[in-house]
């Protein structure tokens, strides 16, 4: 159970700031994705956290089936 926390943990960007670095965009450009809701992150309080995993898959959608 321990390594499935890990692995969760290590998904999570905490703050714009790493959420900016991970995406290679602006901190400032974060807030205002995040402002119009077009990031798709979760807020806890003013902290702004997102998923590696959720940002991956929506800026890189899977392809359709054809």
Do not use: C, W
């Not at 450009?29 to 979760?42: A, I, M, N, R, S």
């Amino acid at each position: 159970m321990s390594k499935h926390k890990n692995s969760i943990a290590s998904d999570l960007l905490h703050g714009a700031n790493e959420v900016s670095k991970f995406l290679g965009i602006p901190e400032r450009q974060v807030y205002y994705y995040v402002e119009k809701g077009h990031l798709p992150v979760t807020k806890m309080g003013n902290l702004i956290v997102a998923s590696k995993t959720v940002l991956r898959r929506h800026f890189i959608p899977e392809k359709a089936a054809s």
